[in-house]
């Protein structure tokens, strides 16, 4: 069974960042320097939010709100600069839609980035009560699956025991190309009453990874290999090995290969990220973030 920590709009989490989330580049480092000294602090850095229109602007601003919703966010607030092109109170107002508070603090509305910095990190660090563990099973979970296709049929075993789990599962399925289950857009989470569903892996790794958490997965498991390490700011990856001929050159920074272990040891890891331990790219401090773009920035 799984600790996890209840969400104020009904979901659970298995981590408790405090993030300050920048809606434009031009925040991005006040919200950096603002969690620096806050305990379990976490921003994204990303080069979009200002001059972008039509529907990469769109993208932009949904993937922000899926990443300051996520239930493995204790709190949130967004940090925007005040003249953007996607403004802070829009991506505010999308994560309040999803049952979660937060606020927009804006740096020409503060007084400069000094005070912006301060004013966001009292925000994040103000006391509130402890955080209520909930004992759960796999039902309640959403989990990724990143570049899963080159898996094999030890993969396919894996999928089958997280479905008999009751694991609601989102696959980031290579562009021309379909998966199981409700067709999403990049970073759209699965319906409510949807088990699971795919999404196009869209814009490299990062932007892929980035897509599977803004959707609401919980973690993501993924292919390890020379072109695929690292995690995810907001939710563990855990990188599995299955070319045996990369053992010796990839020996620590896997959290293993496919087939070392038979499924239901597997889903005894997966448990145990969740409850606590730390995947590989977590303790390496891999994080990747990108949003994946549609049009040309102007």
Known sequence: MIQA?????????????????????????AAKRAVESVVRG?????????????????????????IGAHPNVERVVVVGLGCEGGPAQEVAEGIRQRGRSTQAILIQATGGMQKTE???????????PSAQRI??????LVIGLASWEAMGGPGQHLVDALRQAG??????VPEGHEGPGQALAY????????????MPAIGGEAAS?????????????????LQHLGGHPIAPVIRLGVDPALRSILTDDLDGWID????????????????????VSEQFGGDMFAIARLGPTL
């Open 209 to 225: 990874l980035t897509g599977l958490v803004a959707g609401g997965c919980h973690l993501v498991l993924a292919l390890g290999d």
């Open 187 to 198: 970073a759209e989470p699965l319906d409510e009453g949807s088990h699971e569903g795919w």
């Open 42 to 66: 976490k921003t994204v850095e990303h080069p979009l939010g200002c001059a972008q229109v039509g529907s990469d602007k769109e993208q932009t601003r949904n993937t922000l709100i899926g």
């Open 167 to 172: 694991a609601r599962l989102i696959w980031a």
């Open 118 to 128: 301060a004013k966001v990190r009292e925000a994040l660090e103000a006391p509130e």
């Open 5 to 29: 920590y209840s969400v104020e709009n009904g979901q659970v989490g298995i981590r408790r960042w405090r993030l300050a989330l920048p809606s434009v580049v031009c925040s991005t480092q």
């Open 135 to 140: 004992t759960v099973g796999m039902d309640r």
């Open 260 to 279: 070392d272990r038979r499924p239901e040891q597997w889903l005894d890891y997966v448990e145990a990220v969740c409850n606590g331990t730390e995947a």
